[in-house]
C-alpha cells in the first residue's frame, strides 16, 4: 500500500506525468457591421477576452476593405495581444469603391490567464479613411 | 509491488483515466486546381466536378471551422464578386472583390465558424461565388474544414 496518490517517493513507472487534456477550444469572432477607419486604430471585432490559460492561439481572419479615396490608401491590420502588435498586414487600396479581400493567420505563444486578442485596422496617411466590412475569423486555443 | 504499470484492478487512486480524447472530430480538405467560369444570375461552385466536402458529425452539437483560400480574375473586369461559403444549401458568409485588371489575379481568403450543427449527422460545406455582371474565373481554390465537438 505504499504506493498510492500523493505519497512521496513515488516511482515514474507508476505514477506518469501530467498530459494535456488534448481539448481544443474554438470560438468565433465575426462583425457584420461596416467599421470606419482612420488614422487611429479601430476594433474590426470586439476584444476578446475568454481565452484559456496556458494555451496557444491559432488566430484566423478574413474580411474586406474598401476606400472612398480615388487616389487610393493603404491600410494596415493588426493583430494585437495584451496592447503588443504581434502580426500585421498591409492592404492597398488603389482603387475608389472597389473592395480588396485581406486574410491573416496567426499563432501566439502560450498566453497567461487575463490575456486579450484584438484584430484591428488604420488607415496609414493622416485624414485617410476607409471601410472595413465582413469580419470574420475563429480563434482555436490549443494546449501547449 | 503489486501496484506497477500494466497490472489488473488497479486502483483508481493510485492510476488515474485515461487523458480525455481530443474533441477534434476530424480535418476535411479539398483543393481545384481546374478554372471554374463564375457568372452572374447564380452562385456556381468553385469546387467544379472535385463537389463540395462532405461529412457527417458523429455527435449532436458540433462545430465546423471553415477556411478558404483562392485566387479570382477576369478577362473584361465588370464590377464586384461576391465569394461565399455555404453550409448546407445555406449562405452563412461572403465577401465582396473585385478584379480592377484584366488577367490580374486577385487573391481571396474567407474563415467562417458555424454555430452548433445541431443533432448529428450529415453536412456539406462548398465555396460559391457569383459576379454582378460579365464573367470571372476561380482558380486554385482550396478549403479546411476543422470540426469539433463543444
Not at chain 1, 457591421?33 to 484559456?52: D, E, H, M, Y
Not at chain 2, 485515461?18 to 478554372?35: E, R
Not at chain 2, 458568409?93 to 449527422?121: H, K, N
Amino acid at each position: 500500500m505504499s504506493k498510492i496518490a500523493g505519497l512521496k517517493g513515488r516511482s515514474p513507472e507508476t505514477y506518469g506525468t501530467t498530459k494535456p487534456s488534448g481539448l481544443v477550444q474554438t470560438q468565433p469572432v465575426a462583425n457584420a457591421t461596416p467599421v470606419p477607419l482612420t488614422n487611429s486604430a479601430n476594433l474590426l471585432v470586439p476584444v476578446v477576452s475568454s481565452l484559456p490559460k496556458g494555451f496557444r492561439n491559432i488566430i484566423l481572419f478574413s474580411g474586406v476593405l474598401e476606400t472612398p479615396s480615388a487616389g487610393g490608401v493603404q491600410v494596415e491590420v493588426q493583430i494585437v495581444i495584451d496592447s503588443v502588435v504581434v502580426y500585421f498586414i498591409t492592404v492597398e487600396l488603389a482603387t475608389a469603391n472597389s473592395p480588396a479581400p485581406f486574410g491573416l493567420s496567426f499563432e501566439s505563444a502560450a498566453l497567461a490567464s487575463g490575456s486579450t486578442i484584438s484584430i484591428q485596422a488604420l488607415t496609414t496617411g493622416v485624414g485617410q479613411t476607409a471601410t472595413a466590412a465582413s469580419g470574420s475569423g475563429a480563434i482555436i486555443s490549443t494546449p501547449t | 509491488m503489486s501496484k506497477i504499470a500494466g497490472i489488473k484492478n488497479k486502483s483508481p487512486e493510485t492510476y488515474p483515466s485515461s487523458p480525455t480524447k481530443s474533441n477534434v472530430l476530424q480535418t476535411l480538405s479539398k483543393f481545384n486546381t481546374a478554372p471554374v467560369t463564375v457568372v452572374n444570375g447564380s452562385f456556381t461552385s468553385l469546387f467544379g466536378g472535385v463537389g463540395p466536402i462532405s461529412f457527417t458529425a458523429a455527435v449532436a452539437g458540433a462545430f465546423a471551422t471553415i477556411m478558404v483560400s483562392g485566387v479570382l480574375e477576369s478577362a473584361s473586369p465588370a464590377g464586384p464578386t461576391t465569394v461565399a461559403i455555404f453550409v448546407d444549401t445555406v449562405n452563412v458568409y461572403e465577401i465582396q472583390l473585385e478584379v480592377q485588371t484584366a488577367g490580374a489575379p486577385v487573391p481571396f481568403s474567407l474563415v467562417f465558424e458555424t454555430g452548433s450543427l445541431g443533432v448529428a449527422g450529415s453536412h456539406q460545406v462548398d465555396v460559391r461565388a457569383e459576379t454582378s455582371s460579365g464573367t470571372a474565373s476561380a482558380i486554385d481554390t482550396s478549403v479546411v474544414v476543422i470540426v469539433t465537438s463543444a
